[in-house]
């Protein structure tokens, strides 16, 4: 198992700036990338961003492409979501997950993200 605590959220205003944190515990040697979904009220879970320990390469969610981008820091074995020009649109809770062996995922308690207009 992989235990992972988010951080970083908050309530903003629109074209501000906020970064989110995510640390992992546990059996962090058998993970392959971590990355962030997010569900806003009566809304399916999206897609934000991912990061692979293999490449580091990224990908993200057409919504936040260009404004969004995520990060690593291996010592800390935490990852990094830092959200720029946010938007109302952007409000939901923020999931962090991680990517184990056989394709399993553990996840977040969430962290709440508002962006007023």
């Known amino acids: 198992q992989v235990q992972l605590v988010e951080s970083g959220g908050g309530l903003v205003q629109a074209g501000d700036s906020l970064r989110l944190s995510c640390a992992a515990s546990g059996r962090t040697f058998s993970t392959y990338g971590m990355g962030w979904y997010r569900q806003a009220p009566g809304q399916e879970r999206e897609f934000v961003a991912y990061i692979r320990w293999s490449s580091d390469s990224t990908d993200y969610g057409d919504s936040v492409k260009g404004r969004f981008s995520i990060s690593r820091d291996n010592a800390r074995n935490t990852v990094y979501l830092q959200m720029n020009n946010l938007k109302p649109e952007d409000t939901a809770i923020y999931y962090c997950?991680?990517?184990?062996?056989?394709?399993?995922?553990?996840w977040g308690q969430g962290t709440q993200v508002t962006v007023s207009s």
């Open positions: 997950y991680v990517v184990r062996e056989r394709g399993m995922r553990n």
